[in-house]
């Protein structure tokens, strides 16, 4: 499960996403949902090379990282709009989540991220034992 914590945090981040910054221009657009026993995460990344794709994991805070290669400088550029650097991007996961089995796979400029529910957090039924019957069985033993 995703967790937020602090509002002006979330609000400064979001607005670095948004905006951007000198050092980490805005260009990781993220979608993120629960299907099942897991919860998927995509970002778009069109145009980044996949071996500049970083995942670490450190405690519950997953940082992505990728890279957009700069423009040549020897083009005569009439648009520049697309972002180009270095971006980052930090989650921070629930502690029901399995952060050592998340899977990452990049395809058609998304990075989708699979991270399952850890056994420990799944609901399950736990068996009642029944004294009485505990005392039929002996009795008619």
């Known amino acids: 499960m995703l967790m937020r914590t ?37 970002f778009d990344l069109p145009g980044v090379d996949p071996q500049s ?4 994991v450190e405690r519950n805070v997953l940082t992505v990282r990728a890279s957009r290669p700069e423009l040549d400088l020897d ?13 980052s991007r930090q ?14 796979d990049y395809r058609d400029g998304v990075l989708r991220l699979r991270i399952p529910v850890a056994e420990k ?5 736990i068996a009642i034992e029944r004294a009485d019957q505990e005392q039929a069985k002996v009795l008619t033993s």
């Open 121 to 125: 957090a799944k609901p399950r039924k």
């Open 91 to 104: 989650l921070f996961l629930g502690e029901n989540l399995d952060t050592d089995a998340i899977h990452a």
């Open 6 to 42: 602090d509002p002006f945090r979330d609000l400064d981040r979001l607005a670095q996403q948004v905006f951007g910054t000198a050092a980490r221009p805005a260009a990781m657009p993220m979608d993120a949902w629960r299907e099942g026993d897991e919860f998927l995460v995509e």
């Open 75 to 87: 083009r005569s550029m009439v648009v520049a709009e697309r972002p180009r650097g270095v971006f």
């Open 53 to 56: 794709l970083e995942l670490d």
